[in-house]
């Protein structure tokens, strides 16, 4: 194949798009297919535009008590003591728990697909044991006849506090002297596996280093060292967290929650109340999203202790604020990065310590932060050192490529500005930069065929680009991002019905429309409408065990699953086509025309073979299981344009555009949906979302008001040009598309803002008051 | 607690009589009492939409209304919307755009946009967006969503 550079790209509309869809094509590579990349209506889509549709908190069971959960108001306390009686005694309520009602736990890791948990931590997160680690931190949980008596019941459960110094910058809390939240927590050092004695804050330290750093830096012509902050930012989704438990007589347990990964909830209730995972049922309930957020268990096992204790279904539902207060976030982090160029701008080294906020148990993305941080470029020689810190805030969790977004926003301004010291076009400077297939990372992964290079070449030939800016105080930047992806566990079962028309059970909930990227693949393989596919995503009793919705993963490797099972039920037509027509299997042809065809000349249409199945054998039905390893990761790279008041410091993004591959598009616009969704998030987090602490570590602005996520008032159209480098490791070449657009916003943002204004900023959000102290900074 | 009393109501066209306490609102009854569990709970206090309802001709969060306050009004729920034979073009409009993901902030959205549409059958993209800056969507970034409401009202104008 021609060498990237001589390979011919143009920009344009994508077929069915709106206007601002836009793909990257190269001359003489179009695909063709049936159904993968055409835009069917949804499966589930009629039952979400007319309400009928059944979210977590819509659950009703006859003999349903509600429960309320009470919440630490100290941000580090030790529990003195919990006297219940009082709350027990109130008329309609039936059951109040403490962790002291929960088996104990052990100091065990836990793989939960998007981060591992120690098992102990966990049972403390979930109702809190000796100490309070931040507000918010459940206590106790009282089940009641109504919500209403449970919460008047919780407030007269009396929690006597030892109420202490709370920390909660990641800078405070690794000194020497500063609090310690766990005292069983010891900094354990990765690769080497060293593990420190003393108990500290900072759980984590990854090292990871490529070459001569050192060498590399004295001979550069051109070094940029910066330091950067992030405040911690929650992913947002619309729906609260809930969970419905029935602890049955005959031991089993069953939940209905809206969840990214019902065998991970099986997996931790069953690990936090010490019962086989086979006795517990997980019902997946719609999900009002998740981007990460919705993987670890809070009220799952609480739920389940209520009912064991009143012998009654128990439903528990958060509150915004207690969403805020206790759950996701995504940490904010303290960034030192620095990268060394050539006189012809070819980066030649790079260094970074990071620093993350794990909340109050460790478990911050420290570790992909590390493996991000330069993954967009050729680095010879680099060094990078990342540190877990504990403070007293919420647990952090998963939030979309978690973790490279922090880090995006270093690399990406820094190369902005040696781009301008250099006077290089940024467009430039990442094509020749950009990581290709066989470059090998800092922490030692070689790429497979990569298409970072291909989104900048999108970018140079986009209409956007090209075009001018029209105002004063308005700047245009660009920045990439990186995001692994993932593969894993998933499982499909399909049945052939005798209308020719398939049902398609999955195990991989859906956040966005993955029930339609699924059904499509299967779809093409058999050469049917997407539309003659019945997809449902069933219980963890119902199918075999399969991974969070999560890592970008589910069109990936469930969809790979659903192409597995749409081969097995190939085979299993063509052994019925063989005897109809009384000759070998073997003979017997499956067409991409949904026709089987024999050697003599015999031709049978899917749909009349469907009939005679139980005529020929039974029931057809297409399994598919796989662990999926060839993931292929994703490179984005965004054009901002922004309009910065000098008078108030606010930031108007006027233009922006996603451009990202995907490997191959299956329902193009899910995945523009994914591409704008993303987008948003990654503005919000630029210049508006933080979460606001006073200094008694109390969380002040725990509701949408007060920390307010993007209205469609505030945001422009976001186009979207879709590349497609396909993934080898995919029969369609699909990658993943959920994560990497939330990583280049921030940091194309902030080089935008320098364009607009001559001020870099280097902390998050850049907000009104942030910028304008910056702009009256640089005046003087 | 407080007594509960009776309101009488008129819910998607229908005469409805229902119980309330004094601190319920509207959103608690329809969704825990009637069983109108299509109308979602966001944050119960007026900042994100999710509950979106059109009282006596006007878009409200249903969790700022308490349900006394509803004697004698009309209420419509999104499972009002649609007719007995299909769809009403707005929830077309949403199918055909893909403008939700998830679909926790639609119910709210389509009505909404039923009462901005009511209100004015061919607004601006401006105006759609100010209309519906009420209503928090975190999955779409919300270009989808404004392209439904302009095929929506294009529907309605033809």
Known sequence: MASVEERQFRVEPFPGGAPGNQRLVEEGRLPEYAVVGTRPVRHDGTDKVTGRARYGADIKLSGLLQGYVLRSPHAHARIVSIDTSKAAAVPGVHAVCTNADLPSASHRAGDLGEGVVDWYHLNQNVLANDKVLYTGHAVAAVAADSVHVAEEAAKLIEVEYEVLPPVLDVREARLADAPVLNDDVRTDRQPVGEQGDTPTNVAKHFHYEKGDVDAAFAAAELVVEREFTTETVHQGYIEPHTATALWSPDGKITIWTSTQGSFMIRMQVAELLNVPSSKVKVVPMEIGGGFGGKIAVYLQPVAAVLSRMSGRPVKLNMDRSNVFDATGPTPGSYMKVKIGVDADGMITAGEAELLFEAGAFPGSPINPGCMCVFACYDVPNGRIDGYDICVNKPRSNAYRAPGSTHVALATETIVDEICEAQGI???????????????????????????????????????????????????????????????????????????????????????????????????????????????????????????????????????????????????????????????????????????????????????????????????????????????????????????????????????????????????????????????????????????????????????????????????????????????????????????????????????????????????????????????????? | MAKKRIISTSINGDPVEFLAAPRQTLLEVLREDLDLIGTKEGCSNGNCGACTVILDGRPVDSCLVLAVEVEGSDVETIEGVAPTDGLHVIQDAFLDQAALQCGICTPGFIMSTKALLEENASPTEDEIRFHLAGNLCRCTGYDKIVRAVQQAAEGETN
């Open chain 1, 425 to 780: 076009c940024p467009v430039e400077f990442r094509l020749k930069n950009a990581a290709k297939e066989g470059d090998e990372r800092v922490d030692g992964v070689t790429y497979p065929p990569v298409g970072m290079w291909e989104t900048i070449k999108a970018v140079e030939l986009s209409e956007h680009w090209q075009s001018p800016l029209e105002g004063p105080h308005q700047g245009r930047g660009i920045a990439s991002g990186f995001w692994f992806n993932f593969g894993g566990n998933s499982v499909v079962a399909a049945t052939v019905n005798e209308d020719g028309t398939v049902s398609l059970i999955e195990g991989s909930t859906d956040i966005g429309g993955t029930r339609a990227s699924i059904s499509m693949q299967l779809a093409e393989i058999l050469g049917i409408a997407a539309e003659d596919v019945t997809p449902t995503v069933v219980d963890t009793d119902s199918i075999g065990y399969t991974d969070v919705t999560g890592g970008s993963r589910t069109t990936h490797a469930t969809g790979l699953a659903a192409i597995k099972a749409a081969e097995d039920i190939q085979a299993q037509l063509r052994q019925r086509a063989a005897i109809l027509w009384d000759v070998d299997a073997e003979q017997v042809e499956y067409d991409s025309g949904a026709t089987l065809t024999g050697p003599d000349g015999q031709s049978i249409g899917f749909q009349e073979i469907a009939g005679k199945l139980n005529q020929t054998g039974g029931p057809v039905v297409g399994r598919g299981s796989v662990n999926a390893d060839k993931h292929g990761g994703a490179f984005g790279t965004h054009i901002a344009d922004v309009e910065v008041d000098p008078d108030t410091g606010k930031v108007q993004v006027i233009r922006y555009t996603v451009v990202q591959d995907v490997g191959t598009a299956i329902h193009p616009s899910y995945v523009e949906g994914q591409m704008q969704g993303g987008a948003a998030q990654g503005i919000g987090w630029a210049i508006n979302e933080e979460y606001y602490y006073g200094d008694d570590g109390r969380l002040h602005n725990a509701s949408f008001l007060d920390y307010r996520i993007p209205t469609c008032y505030d945001l422009p159209d976001i186009e979207t040009i879709i590349v497609e480098v396909p993934n080898p490791g995919h029969p369609f070449g699909v990658r993943g598309v959920g994560e990497v657009p939330i990583v280049p916003p921030p940091a194309a943002i902030a080089n935008a803002i320098y364009r607009a204004t001559g001020v870099r900023l280097r902390s998050l959000p850049m907000s009104p008051p942030k910028v304008l102290h910056e702009l009256l900074a640089a005046d003087q």
